[in-house]
Every structure is written in C-alpha cells, then in structure tokens.
C-alpha cells in the first residue's frame, strides 16, 4: 500500500477552515459557541428547564452549518436553505431575547441563571444580526424586473 499525504477528513477540513473564515461561517460559529455557553449556564442554574431553548437553536445552528459549509444547499434544492435559514434566525433571536429577559429579571440569587441570561440577549442579538443579513441576501437575489401587467 502507497503511504498518502491526504488524510481521509482532509477535503472537510479545508472546507471548514475556508467555511469559517466567512461571514455566514463565523455568524453560525458564534451563534454554535454562545449557544453552547449558554447551555452550560443553564444546567448548572437551579432553573434547567431553560436549556431547551439552547439545546435546539445550537442543533439547529450546527445543521445549517454542515449544511452550508458542504455545499449542500445547492444538491438540495427542494428545500429553499435561505427562507428556512431566516426563519430559523428570527425563532432564535425572539426566543433568546425573550427567555433571557426572564432569566434575567427573575433570577435573583441564581448566579448561572442570570450569566445564561445575560449570554442569551448577547445570541438574541446576533441571531437578530444573523437575521437581518439573510434577509439582505434574499432581497439582493431578487429578480429586479418588472411583472407582467397582461398587455
């Protein structure tokens, strides 16, 4: 057997590390990281029911991710990646930003409690950014042509 320089994971690799360096590629690695944080802040409050929200916004987060970064966006072209991509942001950003309002204003005594919170409108935050540059995509990829009026 021929010894290779390639690795088997190689081709992901160079994709991830080319993926990350992107806008897209770092919005969604924060919004993994943060989520991820955020997680960890509410499992140790005395209140963990709050980390659902984490835990599904950090899976959802790292689909998009695999999915964008492996290109899979254009195999699949059943699903429009960027409406859901939108959609998947603003559930996120409205339910950071209202569960860490919660957290915050009701968390008296509970010092991870209040840290996931203050984490949390941070995500809100950029889950809204992340929001408002997909919708930029999408306008900037309409068609700007008039429709037909039937003349």
């Known amino acids: 057997m021929a010894e290779t320089d390639a690795s088997p994971f190689g081709g992901c690799l160079e994709k991830l590390k080319l993926y990350v360096r992107t806008r897209k590629g770092t919005i969604l ?3 993994i990281l943060l989520s991820f944080i955020i997680l960890i802040c509410y499992a140790a409050s005395m209140y963990g029911g709050y ?3 984490a835990i ?9 991710f695999i999915v964008f ?3 899979l966006d ?9 409406w859901s991509d939108l959609i998947r942001a603003v559930i996120g950003a409205a339910l950071y930003l209202i569960t860490s309002l919660i957290c915050v204003i009701g968390g008296s005594g509970d010092g ?3 840290a ?4 949390g409108l941070v995500a809100g935050i950029l889950y809204a950014y992340d929001s408002y540059t997909i919708f930029l995509d999408i306008k900037s990829g309409r ?3 008039a429709a037909p009026t039937g003349r």
């Open 29 to 31: 690695t924060a919004e």
């Open 51 to 53: 980390s659902a929200v």
């Open 56 to 64: 599904c916004e950090m899976v959802f987060a790292i689909i998009f």
């Open 69 to 71: 970064m492996m290109e």
């Open 74 to 82: 254009k195999q699949f072209l059943v699903v429009n990646w960027l």
């Open 112 to 114: 991870a409690r209040i």
């Open 116 to 119: 996931g919170g203050v984490f």
């Open 143 to 145: 068609q700007h042509t």
